[in-house]
């Protein structure tokens, strides 16, 4: 084999590893579908690192978990709805798998969502002294990406309110 041909072989494989490096690593830009929260999350065993103050030791609830795996959001409320019903709240556990500092809240940035683009202004809501319990209403149904971020965690969740 040539030295041409060779460097052409080589520049060819160092390119297309990595274009298929590129699109093994997924951006929050390029997610996909904006939504993959569903209307009613199905209850399934917590993470172990979520299952502080329950008396089961397998304890089946609705849950999300965020883009990185950092927070679990169990859904008291299922569906989270939009306006908040008269006979329950929007109620949301939020628990941090990363280590956090005492006291330090829980700042959530809420977006709508129309497919992949943004709709409206952002909502800013907070969880004073950090993840715990908290009721989390939403102004509008529909698809709302949530940036959620606690002492040095930064991490996102898709939740869905239907009407």
């Known amino acids: 084999m040539g030295v041409a041909r060779f460097t052409w072989l080589l520049w060819t494989m160092v390119v297309g590893g990595v274009a298929v490096t590129s699109a093994a690593v997924p951006s929050s830009a390029a997610r996909g579908p904006a939504c993959l929260a569903p209307a009613r999350t199905e209850a399934s065993v917590l993470p172990v690192w979520a299952r502080g103050g329950f008396s089961d030791p397998k ?46 809240d829980l700042r959530i940035s809420a977006q709508l969502m129309s497919g992949s683009r943004p709709t409206g202004a ?5 969880v004073m002294g950090g993840p715990g319990s908290s009721i989390i209403n939403l102004p509008a149904a529909g698809c709302w990406r949530m940036t959620l971020r606690s002492s040095h965690t930064t991490d996102v969740l898709d939740l869905r309110y239907v009407p």
Request: net charge positive; hydrophobic share 40%.
């Open 122 to 126: 952002p909502v800013a809501r907070r």
């Open 59 to 104: 304890p089946r609830m609705p849950y999300r978990l965020s883009e990185a795996g950092r927070v679990a959001a169990i859904l008291w409320a299922n569906p989270l709805r939009s306006p908040p019903p008269r006979d329950h709240n929007n109620k949301i556990l939020w628990v941090s798998h990363a280590p956090m500092i005492p006291g330090s």
